[in-house]
Protein backbone atom coordinates (compact mmCIF):
# COMPACT_ATOMS: atom_id res chain seq x y z
CA UNK A 1 0.00 0.00 0.00
CA UNK A 2 1.09 3.50 -0.50
CA UNK A 3 1.96 6.19 2.48
CA UNK A 4 3.87 9.14 2.54
CA UNK A 5 5.06 10.16 5.59
CA UNK A 6 6.56 13.74 7.24
CA UNK A 7 7.32 13.07 10.16
CA UNK A 8 8.04 17.12 11.37
CA UNK A 9 4.55 18.26 11.82
CA UNK A 10 6.06 21.66 12.83
CA UNK A 11 9.34 23.43 12.59
CA UNK A 12 10.44 26.94 13.16
CA UNK A 13 13.24 28.58 11.91
CA UNK A 14 15.21 32.71 12.03
CA UNK A 15 14.80 34.14 8.82
CA UNK A 16 17.28 33.75 6.99
CA UNK A 17 18.28 30.16 7.90
CA UNK A 18 17.94 27.07 5.56
CA UNK A 19 15.78 24.36 6.49
CA UNK A 20 14.70 21.06 5.26
CA UNK A 21 11.73 19.14 5.49
CA UNK A 22 11.48 15.23 5.22
CA UNK A 23 9.31 13.20 3.08
CA UNK A 24 9.39 9.42 3.01
CA UNK A 25 7.34 7.55 0.86
CA UNK A 26 6.64 3.78 0.50
CA UNK A 27 4.48 2.05 -2.82
CA UNK A 28 4.85 -1.34 -4.80
CA UNK A 29 5.21 0.32 -7.85
CA UNK A 30 8.08 0.67 -9.79
CA UNK A 31 7.05 3.94 -11.87
CA UNK A 32 5.70 6.44 -9.32
CA UNK A 33 5.79 10.25 -9.15
CA UNK A 34 6.63 12.68 -6.82
CA UNK A 35 5.59 16.13 -5.54
CA UNK A 36 5.68 19.15 -3.33
CA UNK A 37 3.06 21.42 -2.50
CA UNK A 38 2.35 24.50 -0.73
CA UNK A 39 -0.08 25.72 1.41
CA UNK A 40 0.18 29.33 2.50
CA UNK A 41 -3.22 30.37 4.91
CA UNK A 42 -5.43 31.16 1.95
CA UNK A 43 -5.63 27.49 2.12
CA UNK A 44 -4.54 27.11 -1.88
CA UNK A 45 -2.34 24.42 -2.66
CA UNK A 46 0.60 25.43 -4.67
CA UNK A 47 2.11 23.01 -6.97
CA UNK A 48 6.49 23.18 -6.17
CA UNK A 49 7.86 20.11 -7.90
CA UNK A 50 7.38 16.67 -9.40
CA UNK A 51 9.49 14.13 -9.73
CA UNK A 52 9.08 10.41 -11.53
CA UNK A 53 10.53 7.90 -10.20
CA UNK A 54 13.50 7.32 -13.05
CA UNK A 55 14.91 10.15 -12.27
CA UNK A 56 16.68 10.68 -9.11
CA UNK A 57 18.79 13.72 -10.14
CA UNK A 58 18.60 16.31 -7.60
CA UNK A 59 16.69 19.96 -8.21
CA UNK A 60 17.83 23.51 -7.46
CA UNK A 61 15.30 25.98 -8.48
CA UNK A 62 16.17 29.47 -6.84
CA UNK A 63 16.17 29.24 -2.93
CA UNK A 64 14.36 25.52 -3.65
CA UNK A 65 15.98 22.52 -3.56
CA UNK A 66 14.76 18.89 -3.66
CA UNK A 67 17.09 15.54 -3.06
CA UNK A 68 15.64 12.34 -4.10
CA UNK A 69 16.63 9.34 -2.97
CA UNK A 70 15.14 5.93 -4.20
CA UNK A 71 17.72 4.02 -1.71
CA UNK A 72 16.04 5.78 1.49
CA UNK A 73 12.73 5.94 -0.43
CA UNK A 74 13.29 10.00 0.43
CA UNK A 75 12.29 12.80 -1.34
CA UNK A 76 13.40 15.71 0.80
CA UNK A 77 12.89 19.51 0.32
CA UNK A 78 15.51 22.32 1.59
CA UNK A 79 14.55 25.91 1.52
CA UNK A 80 18.23 28.13 1.85
CA UNK A 81 17.87 31.38 3.40
CA UNK A 82 14.26 31.40 4.12
CA UNK A 83 11.91 33.86 4.04
CA UNK A 84 8.98 35.06 6.53
CA UNK A 85 6.68 34.46 2.75
CA UNK A 86 8.11 31.00 2.94
CA UNK A 87 5.69 30.63 6.27
CA UNK A 88 3.33 27.83 4.88
CA UNK A 89 2.31 24.09 5.54
CA UNK A 90 4.49 22.31 3.01
CA UNK A 91 2.91 18.77 1.45
CA UNK A 92 4.55 15.81 0.21
CA UNK A 93 2.33 13.50 -2.17
CA UNK A 94 2.51 10.36 -4.36
CA UNK A 95 1.09 9.16 -6.99
CA UNK A 96 1.39 5.67 -8.58
CA UNK A 97 2.23 5.36 -12.11
CA UNK A 98 0.43 1.95 -13.10
CA UNK A 99 -3.08 2.25 -10.91
CA UNK A 100 -3.24 5.47 -9.60
CA UNK A 101 -4.56 7.64 -12.25
CA UNK A 102 -4.24 11.21 -11.32
CA UNK A 103 -5.28 11.04 -7.29
CA UNK A 104 -2.55 12.01 -4.97
CA UNK A 105 -2.02 10.60 -1.90
CA UNK A 106 -0.35 13.70 0.71
CA UNK A 107 1.47 13.43 3.39
CA UNK A 108 0.19 14.85 6.49
CA UNK A 109 2.15 18.11 6.10
CA UNK A 110 4.62 20.01 7.69
CA UNK A 111 4.49 23.66 9.33
CA UNK A 112 6.61 25.93 8.37
CA UNK A 113 7.20 29.30 10.93
CA UNK A 114 9.55 31.57 10.05
CA UNK A 115 10.19 34.31 12.37
CA UNK A 116 11.59 37.69 10.87
CA UNK B 1 -4.56 32.46 -17.57
CA UNK B 2 -7.22 32.06 -14.77
CA UNK B 3 -6.99 29.49 -11.99
CA UNK B 4 -8.93 26.54 -10.75
CA UNK B 5 -12.30 28.39 -9.50
CA UNK B 6 -14.11 27.06 -6.68
CA UNK B 7 -17.43 27.95 -5.53
CA UNK B 8 -18.84 28.88 -3.25
CA UNK B 9 -15.81 30.02 -1.11
CA UNK B 10 -18.07 29.08 2.31
CA UNK B 11 -20.98 27.20 3.16
CA UNK B 12 -22.82 26.79 6.33
CA UNK B 13 -25.37 23.63 6.15
CA UNK B 14 -27.09 21.83 9.45
CA UNK B 15 -26.97 17.98 9.72
CA UNK B 16 -28.89 15.52 7.09
CA UNK B 17 -29.08 18.34 4.33
CA UNK B 18 -27.43 18.39 0.84
CA UNK B 19 -24.71 20.61 -0.99
CA UNK B 20 -23.09 21.15 -4.45
CA UNK B 21 -20.06 22.38 -4.98
CA UNK B 22 -18.83 23.96 -7.98
CA UNK B 23 -15.18 23.89 -9.71
CA UNK B 24 -14.35 25.61 -12.98
CA UNK B 25 -10.97 23.98 -14.11
CA UNK B 26 -8.31 26.08 -15.82
CA UNK B 27 -8.56 26.32 -19.25
CA UNK B 28 -7.86 23.01 -21.37
CA UNK B 29 -7.81 21.07 -18.63
CA UNK B 30 -9.83 18.30 -18.88
CA UNK B 31 -8.97 16.15 -15.85
CA UNK B 32 -10.68 17.55 -12.49
CA UNK B 33 -10.09 15.66 -9.00
CA UNK B 34 -11.56 16.35 -5.43
CA UNK B 35 -10.51 16.42 -2.23
CA UNK B 36 -11.35 16.14 1.40
CA UNK B 37 -9.24 18.03 3.56
CA UNK B 38 -9.58 18.05 7.67
CA UNK B 39 -7.55 18.12 10.72
CA UNK B 40 -8.03 15.17 11.86
CA UNK B 41 -7.74 13.19 8.17
CA UNK B 42 -5.45 15.53 6.45
CA UNK B 43 -5.87 15.41 2.33
CA UNK B 44 -7.56 12.67 1.53
CA UNK B 45 -8.92 11.82 -2.59
CA UNK B 46 -12.61 11.72 -3.48
CA UNK B 47 -12.93 10.79 -6.70
CA UNK B 48 -11.54 12.38 -10.37
CA UNK B 49 -12.97 12.93 -13.83
CA UNK B 50 -11.94 12.95 -17.26
CA UNK B 51 -14.14 13.73 -20.23
CA UNK B 52 -17.24 13.76 -18.08
CA UNK B 53 -16.83 9.95 -16.59
CA UNK B 54 -15.06 9.14 -13.12
CA UNK B 55 -12.12 7.92 -13.53
CA UNK B 56 -11.05 7.34 -10.32
CA UNK B 57 -12.67 7.17 -6.60
CA UNK B 58 -11.48 7.01 -3.42
CA UNK B 59 -12.93 5.26 -0.16
CA UNK B 60 -15.52 8.15 0.96
CA UNK B 61 -19.45 6.72 1.11
CA UNK B 62 -21.90 6.70 -1.81
CA UNK B 63 -23.10 10.10 -0.11
CA UNK B 64 -20.28 11.56 -2.04
CA UNK B 65 -20.74 11.91 -5.59
CA UNK B 66 -19.96 13.95 -8.58
CA UNK B 67 -20.04 15.00 -12.34
CA UNK B 68 -18.42 16.81 -15.04
CA UNK B 69 -19.91 18.60 -17.72
CA UNK B 70 -18.79 18.84 -21.63
CA UNK B 71 -16.62 21.81 -20.43
CA UNK B 72 -15.15 20.13 -17.72
CA UNK B 73 -16.72 21.87 -15.34
CA UNK B 74 -17.01 19.73 -12.55
CA UNK B 75 -19.85 19.46 -9.50
CA UNK B 76 -19.82 17.79 -6.34
CA UNK B 77 -22.33 16.94 -4.44
CA UNK B 78 -22.79 15.06 -0.35
CA UNK B 79 -26.05 14.39 0.14
CA UNK B 80 -27.81 13.61 4.08
CA UNK B 81 -24.95 15.39 5.60
CA UNK B 82 -22.99 14.76 8.73
CA UNK B 83 -20.92 16.69 11.16
CA UNK B 84 -17.94 14.95 10.11
CA UNK B 85 -18.20 16.41 6.57
CA UNK B 86 -17.38 19.71 7.92
CA UNK B 87 -13.84 19.98 6.02
CA UNK B 88 -12.06 21.93 2.97
CA UNK B 89 -12.83 20.75 -0.32
CA UNK B 90 -10.23 21.29 -3.42
CA UNK B 91 -10.75 21.09 -6.52
CA UNK B 92 -7.34 20.27 -8.78
CA UNK B 93 -7.16 20.28 -12.75
CA UNK B 94 -4.55 18.65 -14.75
CA UNK B 95 -3.95 18.45 -18.37
CA UNK B 96 -5.75 15.91 -20.40
CA UNK B 97 -5.33 12.37 -20.81
CA UNK B 98 -2.29 12.35 -19.02
CA UNK B 99 -1.91 10.83 -15.97
CA UNK B 100 0.45 11.77 -13.30
CA UNK B 101 0.24 15.82 -14.55
CA UNK B 102 0.86 18.39 -11.92
CA UNK B 103 -2.48 19.22 -10.33
CA UNK B 104 -3.55 23.08 -9.62
CA UNK B 105 -5.43 23.45 -6.79
CA UNK B 106 -8.67 25.96 -6.39
CA UNK B 107 -9.10 27.94 -3.25
CA UNK B 108 -11.17 25.72 -1.39
CA UNK B 109 -14.80 25.08 -0.51
CA UNK B 110 -15.17 25.79 3.25
CA UNK B 111 -18.11 23.61 4.26
CA UNK B 112 -18.93 23.81 7.85
CA UNK B 113 -22.08 21.43 9.10
CA UNK B 114 -24.08 22.46 12.39
Known amino acids: AQKVTQAQTEISVVEKEDVTLDCVYE???????LFWYKQPPSGELVFLIRRNSFDEQNEISGRYSWNFQKSTSSFNFTITASQVVDSAVYFC?????????????FGTGTRLTVIP | KAGVTQTPRYLIKTRGQQVTLSCSPISGHRSVSWYQQTPGQGLQFLFEYFSETQRNKGNFPGRFSGRQFSNSRSEMNVSTLELGDSALYLC?????????????FGDGTRLSIL
Open chain 2, 92 to 104: ASSLEGRYNQPQH
Open chain 1, 27 to 33: TRDTTYY
Open chain 1, 93 to 105: ALSEGQTGANNLF
